[in-house]
C-alpha cells in the first residue's frame, strides 16, 4: 500500500534546510524528511512494489520515482540512503583494513560484477559494515542528488539497538526485523554487540523456528528477554501471537525518542519504519 503523511509545517520551498533519508529493496521505496531545527520528522512516503522485482525493475522503478516525485527533484541539506539487502558482512574494528574490502565481503557472501562495495563504520561498537549496492542504482542515487552517504539497513538497526537498549532494566535483548523473505535478528547485552545475523524464511514456522533457535544457541532465557520486533509483521500477525507463547516479553518496536514526529504519523506503524527512522543516528 502506498502511502504518504505530511506534516502541516513541511515547506516544500524550504527542503535546502531539510535532511532526507531514503531506503529502498525489493519490496518497496520509503523516504522521510527530518526538520532538523526541531529534529522532527514531518514527511513520510512509502511506495511498495508488488509482483515479482528484480533489480534491474528496481533501478527503472527507482528512476521513474525519482523523476516524477516533487519531493524527490528538489534539492536537500543531506542525503542518506539505506539499501535492503541481505549482502553484508560485520568485521571486528581491530581487524578491519580499508584495502582489504573484497575479501572481507567473499569470505561469507557474493560479489556480483555490477555490485559496488562500500562501508559504515558502526558508531555504537567497534565494527565496520561492508556491504554492496548495485552500481547502477548507486549511480542514479548520485545523479538525482550528488552526494549521498550510502548504507546496509543492517546499520541502523544495530546503531539503534546498541543506543536505544542500553541500561533498559534488563541485560540482553533480541531485536528482529522482518522483511518478506528474510529476516535479520541482533542481539544485545548492554552496550555489546552479542550477534547480528540474517536468515531466509517462506513461512511463519521457519520465521518463528529460527527465533526460537538463537535464543536457544544463546541461551537467552524465554521469560526475562525481551523481543523487539520491527520491520514488515502487523500487529495481529499469527507469529507475533504464536511467538509471544514461547517469549513473554514480545513487543513491537517503539519510536525512538530521540526524535520528534509528526502526529500525521500517528496513522501508521512506526515499527514498519524503524531502519529508515533511525538512519540519522548512523552521522
Known amino acids: ?59 527503472d522503478k527507482i528512476v521513474d520515482i525519482q ?86 539497513h543492517t546499520t541502523p538497526l544495530v546503531e539503534n539497538g546498541l543506543v536505544n537498549y542500553d541500561g533498559k532494566g534488563f541485560q540482553k535483548v533480541a531485536i528482529v526485523n522482518i522483511y518478506c523473505n528474510y529476516a535479520d535478528i541482533v542481539v544485545i547485552d548492554g552496550n555489546k554487540l552479542l550477534l547480528c545475523n540474517t536468515f531466509p524464511w517462506k513461512n511463519e514456522e521457519d520465521l518463528v523456528y529460527f527465533i526460537l533457535y538463537i535464543y536457544e544457541q544463546l541461551k537467552l532465557n524465554g521469560e526475562e528477554t525481551p523481543l523487539v520486533i520491527s520491520g514488515e509483521m502487523p500487529r495481529d500477525s499469527d507469529v507475533y501471537e504464536m511467538l509471544r507463547n514461547y517469549i513473554r516479553k514480545t513487543g513491537f518496536e517503539r519510536r525512538n525518542t530521540r526524535f520528534n514526529y509528526s502526529y500525521t504519523f500517528n496513522d501508521v506503524d512506526i515499527h514498519w519504519f524503524t531502519n529508515l527512522f533511525n538512519l540519522r543516528l548512523c552521522v
Open 67 to 152: 523523476n516524477n516525485d516533487e519531493f524527490l527533484t528538489k534539492e536537500y541539506k543531506s542525503v542518506l540512503f539505506s539499501y535492503q539487502s541481505p549482502k553484508y558482512t560485520l568485521i571486528p574494528g581491530p581487524l578491519f583494513k580499508k584495502d582489504n574490502l573484497r575479501t572481507y565481503f567473499e569470505f561469507n557472501q557474493f560479489l556480483d560484477d555490477l555490485d559496488e562495495i562500500h562501508y559504515n563504520r558502526l558508531k555504537g561498537t567497534d565494527a565496520y559494515n561492508i556491504f554492496v549496492i548495485p552500481a547502477e542504482l548507486s549511480g542514479i542515487l548520485h545523479r538525482s542528488f550528488g552526494n549521498v552517504i550510502f548504507f546496509n
Open 1 to 59: 500500500m502506498d502511502i504518504v503523511f505530511i506534516d502541516e509545517t513541511f515547506d516544500l520551498n524550504q527542503t535546502k534546510n531539510y535532511h532526507i533519508s531514503i531506503q529502498a529493496g525489493l519490496n518497496g521505496y520509503s523516504f522521510s524528511i527530518l526538520d532538523p531545527v526541531r529534529s522532527k520528522y514531518i514527511l513520510l512516503r512509502h511506495f511498495a512494489f508488488r509482483g515479482t522485482m528484480t533489480t534491474s525493475l528496481l533501478e
